[in-house]
Each structure stands twice: as C-alpha cells, then as structure tokens.
C-alpha cells in the first residue's frame, strides 16, 4: 500500500454540526495526505445552519442531512455503508487533526499491512480553566497505562476520537444503535473476527476537554457501563480477556502526583465522585444525551 495510490474517507457523525465541526474539517484539508481524500459528515437529525453547510460545501465535503435522530452509532454504520475507499478514519466534530495525522495514519497500515484497526494519539488543547487542567491529569492517566498494558493493544488506547480502519473490515464490524462505547464495542469485535489492533503514537489529533464537572459527567456516565455492555453484546468479560493490573493504575497515578500533587489530588477527588452516584446513573444512559458544549470550542 503506497501513499499515493490509498484512497481514504474520513467520516463525521455529528448532531450539534456547529462552527467546531468547520473547524475540524478545516483541519483535515490541512493535511499533507497526498492521496485521494474524501470527507463525509452524516447529519443526525438536526438540520445545519445555512451558512456551516456552505462552508463544508465549498470546503468539498459530502453532507449527509437525516431528518431523523438516530444515535452516533446509526451515524457511524451511515458512514461506513457509504465509504468506497481503502481506508476508513472515523473522528468527531470536535476534533483537530495536524497537518501530518492522516498521513501517519496511513503510514501504520503500510508498515503494518496485517494490521485492521489504528488509533491515534490524543493530546489536549491547552485549558483555559482549572476544571480543564484537572482533567488532564485524567487522560495522561489513561494514555500511560495504554502504553504499557497488554503492550499497547488495549481498549484504553482506542479512543474513538480518532480510529482508522482497513475498510474491507470495517463493513464487517456491525454494531447495534443502541451501542454507547462503540470505539470499545469496535476493538473487541475486530480482535473476535481476527483484526489486529495498532496505536499510532505520532499520529496525532487535539480535543477539548469538559470545562464543567457537568458536561465531565456526561462523558464518565457511559464509559461506566462499558463492561456491562460488551459483556451484553459481545459475550466478552473484558475482565479475564484483558485484566488490568492494579500496580499499573497505582504507577500511572503516581507518576501524575509527582508531577502536579493539587491538580492529581482534585483529579482523585472528581473520579471518586463521580463513582459515588450509584449504578442508576449509569443503568438509565441511553444512546441520546445532551451535546456536551464545553468541548465544542475550538
């Protein structure tokens, strides 16, 4: 596979579809990418502003416009029916990509021609409050103990901001709407149809994080109830198939508490809390829920 000759489709489900989501195409026809590149936004629901349609028009994306909502999930199956291309990125409308991201992103498939689902590497965009800060600590948590568990194939690093995907696989991974860890749902059900999984450290993608605890909570509510449903769905205990090793969780929270002991402590502190507020929180989600404005300013 060769840079010039790979076709890639980069497909954005989006409801809110507002100035953020221009921002992120913007930044993906940035790329250095010199093969073909299409971007496709399916509409959930939610009819665009006149003038966020005109700017992705003239910015050559393929609008899709539903009239009816149906979930990310429905969103994403939209995308990869549509796609023609030999690769599959899958992003949100709040994400910035740099110039070199899709090309990385290619570059792993190439180098790793067995391989049949990628992730890149988020890094936060710098916080303008303290909330935001505190998150931070949250997600170089998580990304430190991706790095060293299981040697870098695990769920922690496959974030669905930013997936790629060997297309001829992606048609395969089907998913249920109601779904709502569909990058977890994702990795697991590309390691049972015999995929192989890579992270792709240098290719990497920017994102706002919650500046509220409220819009916080919106995102924790789900990934509380990714066990449970993988469980449902696929019949995987992701407890037995990927045990994490509780030193490593211990080691990755250190590292942060030597680094910032206020910003790991609040951290600490926003974690417990939001474990403390009871399984109804998490058995009432549903695949709709309020767009999490916070994170849309670019």
Known sequence: MKNQSTSVTVGIPTYYGGSSLVKTVESIRASTYDGPLTILVSVDGKPLDSDIRKQLIDLGVRVIENKERGGQVARIRQIVSLCETDLLIQTQDDILFTPHTVTELVKGFEEHPNVTME??????LPATNF????????????????????????????????????????????MPEEVLNSDTYLYFLNQKLGGSFYHVPSAIYFMRS??????????????QHVSKEIQHYLGIDI???????????VLAFVQELLRNPLLALCYLGVLFYTRSQGKDMYENVTRFWDTDASTKEL
Request: glycine share 8%; with cysteine.
């Open 119 to 124: 992730s890149g590497k988020v890094v936060p």
């Open 131 to 174: 909330f935001e800060k505190v998150v931070h600590v949250g997600v170089s948590i998580s990304y430190t103990i991706g790095k060293h568990w299981n040697r870098g194939d695990n769920y922690f690093l496959a974030g669905g901001r930013c997936l790629a995907f060997q297309t001829e696989m992606a048609k395969k991974l089907d």
């Open 210 to 223: 919650p500046k509220t605890l409220a819009d916080h909570m919106k995102q924790s509510k789900k990934y």
């Open 239 to 249: 407890t037995n198939v990927q045990p994490l090793p509780a030193s490593l969780r």
